[in-house]
Each structure stands twice: as C-alpha cells, then as structure tokens.
C-alpha cells in the first residue's frame, strides 16, 4: 500500500493574504511530497528488512518510519484546518463550547495556542488536541513525532518549520501564526473534535 499526497480541498491561492500562495505551492509539492516518499521508502524497506532477516538498520528505518509518517499525517490535518479566512475568524458553536470549558475563553485559547507554537525550539509544530473525555489540550510538538501524549486525537495543528513561513514572514513566526488564527478552518476542527 503506497502513501498518497493527498490534493488541497483549495486552490493553492486561497488562503491569500494570509497565507501566500508561492509558500502554499511549495509547502505542498515539495516538502509534504518529500514526506510522504520518506515514509514509503521507510515502509519498503521495514519489508526488505522481514524478507531478508537482516535487521541491522531497524532503529534507522524505524526512526524514518515515525518521523515521515508523523510528518505526512499532521500536513494532511494542517491543509485540512484552513480556509480562505478573514480578521475575524473565531471559532463557533460545540468547539467554542469546548475550548470554553478547557481554556477559559476564547481569547485565553488564542494566547497559549500563539504563545506555546510561537516557543517550538527549532522545527515543530503546535497541536490541539482532546483526550477521551473531550478536554482539550495544546502541545508543542518537536520537529514531528516528539513531545505528545499517546492516546490524545489531533483537532489542529500549525506548522511551524521555516519552510512554512519563511518566503512571506522571514524570521517572523508569532506574525504567521497571528494570521494562521485568521485562517483556521472551525467547521473542521469542530468535526474532528465531534468524531
Ligand atoms: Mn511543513
């Protein structure tokens, strides 16, 4: 079974200004393709692996396994949880509810979410999540696969590698992900957060 780049529910100007489509373009194409070839060349060679009962390299392909497989499946749900936004995106309904009970408020959700993703050392990405009982929970995973808690679901995640903002925003990271709230796409983290 082969991994597939999945397409963009958009067009790959869509999320302009706020996000550029130059960026999107490559961020797709290149890097998310990147990921999903990593991890079927790690998943090929786990197989070659079994077939010829030579495992000396099964720490390396299973690193390689975990870090494209991550990588690939947090880009699915990042195209996912984006839409052609506005200044004042915000979320509605059973999710606001839910980070209401969570966080606070709504504005209190904004400031961890910008503060924690701004904070990843390196690459990474900030995640929010919800455990079995629908608590909510932000993360700030590193590079793609370090510090979560297994068992949480994934509702919305921001990327926030260099190659995610680089073209548009330089160095400039706390201003992607002031204008990442602005395209955050609440009807999907809602129907992630509701499955
Ligand atoms: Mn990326």
């Known amino acids: 079974m082969e991994f597939k780049l999945p397409n963009l529910p958009y067009e790959y100007g ?7 489509k130059e960026t999107v373009e490559l961020h797709h194409s290149k890097h998310h ?3 999903v070839a ?21 720490k390396h392909w299973e690193r390689e396994l975990a870090f494209h497989g991550a990588g ?4 699915s749900v990042f195209w996912e949880n984006m839409k052609a936004g506005s200044d004042d995106n915000k979320a509605e309904g059973k999710i606001l509810e839910a980070i209401k009970k969570s966080f606070g408020s709504y504005d209190a959700f904004v400031k961890q979410f910008s503060a924690a993703t701004a904070s990843v050392e390196g690459s990474g990405w900030g995640v929010l999540a919800k455990n079995s009982d629908g608590d909510l929970q932000i993360f700030t995973v590193e590079n793609h696969q370090k510090a979560f808690i297994p068992g ?3 509702l919305l995640v921001c990327d926030v590698w260099e190659h995610a903002y680089y073209l548009k925003y330089q160095n400039r990271r706390p201003e992607w992900i002031e204008n990442f709230i602005k395209i955050i796409n609440w009807e999907e983290v809602e129907r992630r957060y509701s499955q």
């Open 14 to 20: 869509a999320l302009e200004p706020y996000y550029d």
């Open 72 to 75: 690939h499946v947090l880009h």
């Open 38 to 58: 990593g991890l079927n060349n790690a998943v090929a060679k786990l197989k070659e692996a079994r077939d010829s009962g030579d495992f000396a390299l099964v």
């Open 33 to 35: 393709a990147a990921y």
């Open 152 to 154: 949480y679901q994934i």
